[in-house]
């Protein structure tokens, strides 16, 4: 099972915070360091010290990291013309020696583009759509060979389609409950279908709805990794586990039901169940990014009982 630390620094980060959390996954043996890219806090609180870009972030992390894998879960299509994400997602490939992945959506917070003038269109999903086959085609694009795409929202005309990733495909990662669209979308472009925060319940059917979509397109769904993703509140018994919940203003209760929650041996169990439904990575939402023995708890007490 691969572990992976995901962080929300839209709710308040630097970033030197994202660093020495970047670090800590890498020295503590986990798998990969993501953030969301997001441009404001959501809920209560001014976000101080204000948002980070996530591929700026990414960059400066791909420089100071050597081995963890490091990623968006998800850039929204709205905020970056997928010709210059394209160049953006490649460069930072290549300061990072091959490891970054591409989690890409349609993007949902209407607040955050009108926080910073940002079109935030009814209807995204054709946006979506049209970048993953466009960055996908740019990057697919023989070196010396021009690339054109001319869809309803992008157009590209004799493109050099350059610079290439190090990586022959960088990984692109499609997330969503939606029981048609997406799933299609999935089983085209991606190499993994991410499930975000959802109820235990609705996972089993979800990954079998993306198994079918993989199946009607000829793509045999093994190739396909499947994760989930939620909120990370471990503790080695209930005081800790209290306490870092309300460190992050969450219900003891509402974690316990949903999330990677309670002593290291539930935690595993919860992860064990993901398992079962065919889940074989998860994403540990990092909210408290200053307590770093969260994540020591974890990679000691967590890991080594998943092997």
Not at 25 to 37: I, K, Q, V, Y
Not at 125 to 151: C, H, K, N, S
Not at 208 to 225: H, I, K
Request: glycine share 10%; hydrophobic share 40%.
């Amino acid at each position: 099972m691969d572990l992976r630390i995901f962080t929300e620094p839209q709710q308040g980060a630097t970033y030197d915070d994202l660093l020495a959390v970047a670090k800590a996954t890498e020295d503590l043996g986990f798998d990969a360091f993501f953030r969301s890219d997001h441009y404001l806090r959501m809920g209560d609180g001014d976000g101080l010290p204000g948002p980070t870009d996530a591929w700026t972030t990414l960059a400066g992390l791909a420089r100071e990291t050597s081995r963890i894998r490091l990623g968006t879960l998800v850039s929204s299509a709205t905020f970056r013309h997928p010709g210059v994400l394209a160049i953006q997602v490649a460069q930072v490939d290549q300061m990072s020696g091959g490891r970054v992945e591409l989690g890409l959506g349609a993007g949902w917070f209407a607040q955050e583009h009108a926080a910073y003038g940002i079109p935030f269109p009814e209807k995204r999903f054709g946006l979506l759509t049209e970048q993953l086959e466009l960055i996908t085609g740019l990057w697919g694009t023989p070196v010396g060979e021009r690339y054109d795409f001319a869809g309803e929202h992008y157009q590209l005309k004799h493109s050099p389609a350059l610079p290439k990733p190090v990586q022959a495909q960088v990984p692109i990662i499609v997330g969503g409950s939606g029981p048609r669209r997406t799933p299609a979308l999935a089983a085209r472009y991606a190499a993994e279908f991410n499930q975000s925060f959802p109820a235990p319940v609705d996972v089993e059917g979800r990954v079998a709805t993306v198994r079918a979509a993989c199946e009607e397109v000829g793509r045999d769904p093994s190739t396909l990794t499947f994760s989930v993703a939620q909120v990370l509140c471990a503790g080695r018994d209930d005081a800790e586990v209290a306490r870092r919940a309300a460190a992050i203003g969450r219900d003891v209760s509402e974690v316990r039901a949903v999330g990677f929650a309670g002593t290291p041996t539930a935690v595993v169990d919860r992860i064990g169940s993901y398992r079962e439904l065919g889940i074989t990575r998860v994403y540990l939402q990092v909210l408290d990014l200053h307590d770093l023995d969260h994540l020591e708890l974890v990679a000691s007490e967590v890991a080594t009982q998943l092997g």
